[in-house]
């Protein structure tokens, strides 16, 4: 916070006591904030192509929610109502975008407010969530309301599958007619946003070719899962299913790009950002494989958010010691 | 009189068990799933703690201090045994649900807290006053806060319909994670109007 020292009777302010450091590089929260929801534009885009209005209302319900809930939370609890840097706005766009586009109102109205007040208030407000917010958020909603969250429920009337369950209910000879160029297309269901892999894709690589994000935490992501399916599909290839497959479907490419770099809730270094994702992705395919949830990216992350302190401790040794 | 006043008064506000000491957390976490689980959780408890309080301060100056714990925590198993088998003869449902956290009630942090720190230095009329205020401090939190989780997470209210028809019921707050926001927030309230009263006079 810069204080100004002012002479008395002239306005304007003579000094400009700040702390260090006092030399930037022009980088802001709310530049990087900006960038990530443009790489987010695309996929909002298609989404809406292929869910059709259902889809925008989804999303500007759930921005316009979070950021009304941040303003007001900030208010009450006397701080300084910093939604102009839009990290409330990216938190509620990345919650849309795990949502069914079939989503009742009041369920995107109270999950939205939710993973501000959840995820990201109650830890003491932007930058110190020790959790994905809007991930949180999502899991909330997920125990609460299994049906409405469920993505073969809620959207009976598309002519889409949902791959992940189809895996889950008929086993991996249901999921050999899905072509992986469809789904790199998104034409599947799931989460409204996350099934859009092309977007998603080239969204992420415009953050990295941008140095948004650094590259290990999603590489190392795609590398856990990859590795972890092809053991279970090498070990029997009748019971788990190919690994481009997993890689495809759900929201493993969004998860790791948007959600598990989230910079709150990632550790900081190479060798703990390596860590954490293999940890992430290795986790997706366990739950995949092993619980009753089709999808595991969402609570893999969480896992690995929660092994962030501990990953933390890995620390490059000091300069010119032993 | 007025002694035995302040003694049962302050388990009621002052030193509310689970709001203000945090003792007795593993029934609070686990039984407040509804507000009737509670209240019969709660009860229980007032039942042990009155008696324990009362007969260990009965014997209070024949327990040798070196064996004290042991005593007391004989003293509660025997009351709580005979709370299970009254439990298990007239509200048999209630104690099904209740399942092993009855049992649990011999190692409840209140109980032995209330004997060592109470009962065995203070006269009977005291401690049994303690235990009376202590026990429904404990009973009124329970309630209250299975009220919450039962109105949120199931839509009713000591099992009568309470929320309108359409009330879609947010599973979460009657799940593990529901209770520990739950009473993560009560405990916020409660420091809040801590806070606003000292500064208010």
Redesign the interface.
């Known amino acids: 916070m810069a204080s100004q020292i002012k002479k008395p009777f002239i306005s304007e302010p003579v000094l400009t006591v700040s702390t260090p450091p006092h030399w930037h590089c022009g980088r802001s929260v709310s530049g990087l904030m900006m960038e990530t929801i443009l790489a987010l534009l695309p996929v909002a885009l298609l989404a809406i192509m292929q869910f059709g209005i259902e889809a925008a209302r989804v999303v500007a319900l759930s921005c316009v929610v979070a950021v009304v809930t941040e303003a007001i939370c900030l208010k009450i609890t006397g701080r300084d109502v910093s939604i102009d840097d839009y990290s409330s706005l990216l938190t509620g766009l990345l919650f849309a975008f795990l949502l069914p586009a079939s989503a009742p109102w009041?369920l995107v109205i109270?999950g939205s407010s939710l993973s501000i007040i959840?995820g990201r208030i109650l830890f003491g407000g932007p930058g110190a969530s020790p959790l994905c917010a809007p991930l949180v958020a999502w899991a909330?909603c997920r125990?609460?309301?299994?049906y409405?969250m469920d993505m073969d429920l809620s959207m009976l009337n598309t002519e889409f599958l949902y791959p992940l369950s189809q895996l889950k209910l008929y086993g991996p000879e249901a999921v050999s007619g899905f072509n992986y160029l469809d789904l790199f297309l998104g034409k599947q269901i799931g989460g409204l946003g996350a099934v859009q892999v092309s977007g998603v894709l080239l969204g992420g690589i415009y953050l990295i070719v941008r140095k948004h994000i650094r590259p290990h935490i999603p590489l190392a992501f795609l590398a856990g899962v990859f590795m972890t399916a092809s053991i279970y599909f090498l070990i029997d290839d009748t019971r788990y299913a190919n690994p481009f497959f997993h890689l495809l479907t759900g929201s493993v490419i969004f998860g790791a790009f948007f959600l598990a770099t989230d910079s709150a809730s990632s550790p900081v270094g190479h060798i703990p950002m390596i860590l954490f994702g293999l940890i992430g992705g290795i986790f997706v395919i366990i739950i995949r494989v092993y619980s009753v949830y089709p999808d595991g990216v969402p609570f893999a992350i969480l896992i690995a958010n929660l092994l962030t302190p501990i990953l933390d401790k890995i620390r490059p040794k000091p300069f010119k010691t032993k | 009189m007025n002694r035995m006043w302040k003694e049962f008064s302050k388990g009621l506000w002052l030193e509310l068990p689970p709001f203000r000491l945090l003792l007795g957390l593993c029934p609070v976490l686990a039984v407040t799933k509804t507000a009737y689980n509670g209240f019969g959780m709660g009860c229980a408890v007032i039942f042990v703690l009155t008696l324990s309080n009362l007969i260990i301060s009965l014997v209070r100056k024949i327990i040798p201090p070196k064996v004290r714990i042991v005593c007391f925590i004989v003293i509660t198993a025997s009351l709580v045994v005979t709370v299970e088998l009254l439990m298990q003869a007239f509200t048999y449902p209630l104690y099904q649900e209740l399942g092993i956290f009855v049992p649990l009630i011999v190692v409840n942090c209140l109980i032995l807290g209330r004997a060592e720190a109470f009962a065995s230095r203070n006269p009977v009329h005291l401690s049994v006053a303690d235990a009376l205020g202590m026990g429904f401090g404990f009973t009124l939190s329970l309630t209250f806060l299975g009220g919450i989780r039962e109105i949120f997470g199931y839509g009713t209210f000591f099992g009568r319909p309470f929320m309108w028809a359409e009330f879609k019921p947010f599973t979460f707050m009657v799940e593990a994670p529901g209770a520990f926001i739950c009473l993560a927030m009560c405990l916020a309230a409660m420091n809040f109007i801590t806070t606003w009263q000292s500064k208010r006079f």
Do not use: E, H, T
């Open positions: 009041w109270v959840l909330v125990i609460s309301w299994k409405l």
